[in-house]
């Protein structure tokens, strides 16, 4: 994205920032600062730390908004603004419907650590599962 914005008249490493921030806003809920406090990190990459749903979500707001991009051609901050806004509103309608359907959130607390950990146990619970299957078989 922040080459294509580069070619819009985005020069500032804070207006990157601020693009990126609409993205996320628009299709988490969140701002970037919120959902990085949501998932307790402090200076972790949030990318790094999403689970499969919320990067597949992530990654389609920032191709939709390079694609918008590129289609309407903003010039400037202001005009960027919006197709970011735009680009990520494209992910969040996404969002909700996936919510809707599984009738959980997809914007979650877990972080790799949590994640990992949940792998962890739950490889743990299906050894011991069956390690009793085959004893009971046995």
Excluded: C
Aim: hydrophobic share 35%; charged share 30%; net charge negative.
């Amino acid at each position: 994205m922040n080459d294509t914005w580069k070619d819009h008249e985005i020069e500032k490493s804070n207006e990157f920032a601020i693009l990126t921030d609409e993205v996320t806003k628009a299709w988490s809920g969140l701002s970037s600062r919120q959902y990085k406090n949501l998932k307790v990190l402090k200076k972790e990459s949030l990318r790094d730390n999403m689970n499969t749903l919320e990067l597949a979500l992530n990654m389609l707001a920032e191709a939709t908004t390079t694609e918008l991009t590129k289609i309407k051609n903003p010039e400037g901050m202001e005009e960027n603004l919006i197709t970011a806004k735009q680009g990520g509103s494209v992910a969040g309608n996404a969002r909700k419907e996936i919510e809707e359907q599984t009738g959980k959130p997809v914007v979650s607390s877990d972080n790799a650590e949590s994640m990992i950990m949940g792998d962890v146990v739950a490889e743990m619970i299906e050894k011991v599962s069956n390690d009793i299957t085959v004893r009971i078989i046995t």
